[in-house]
């Protein structure tokens, strides 16, 4: 079997918008979090960090739901 041939066995993937939004969203978070620790001033406290996490994840976890129904309706 051919190099190129094994690679078919594999399902392709889709594209998946919730993943891409958790990355952006986490890779923010993660940012905010470096900089408030270099910092000597706080750049963001948890009164805003706490509902800023969960209102993303809430977000993320909608998006997640509404393109699992799409991809479910095309098979």
Same mark, same amino acid.
């Given at each position: +079997?051919?190099?190129?041939? *094994?690679?078919? #066995?594999?399902? #392709?993937?889709?594209?998946?918008? =919730?993943? !891409? %939004?958790? =990355? /952006?969203?986490? $890779? =923010? $978070?993660?940012?905010?979090? !470096? @900089?408030?620790? +270099?910092?000597?001033?706080? @750049? *963001?406290?948890?009164? /805003?960090?706490?509902?800023?996490?969960? %209102?993303? !994840? =809430? $977000? @993320?976890? +909608? %998006?997640? @739901? !509404?393109? #699992?129904?799409?991809? #479910?309706?095309?098979?």
């Amino acid at each position: +079997m051919t190099p190129e041939r *094994a690679g078919d #066995r594999r399902p #392709r993937r889709r594209f998946d918008p =919730g993943a !891409l %939004i958790a =990355g /952006v969203f986490f $890779v =923010g $978070v993660a940012l905010l979090f !470096l @900089v408030n620790g +270099m910092s000597d001033d706080t @750049v *963001a406290g948890p009164e /805003v960090l706490i509902p800023a996490l969960l %209102i993303g !994840l =809430g $977000v @993320v976890g +909608m %998006i997640r @739901v !509404l393109t #699992r129904s799409r991809r #479910r309706d095309r098979h």
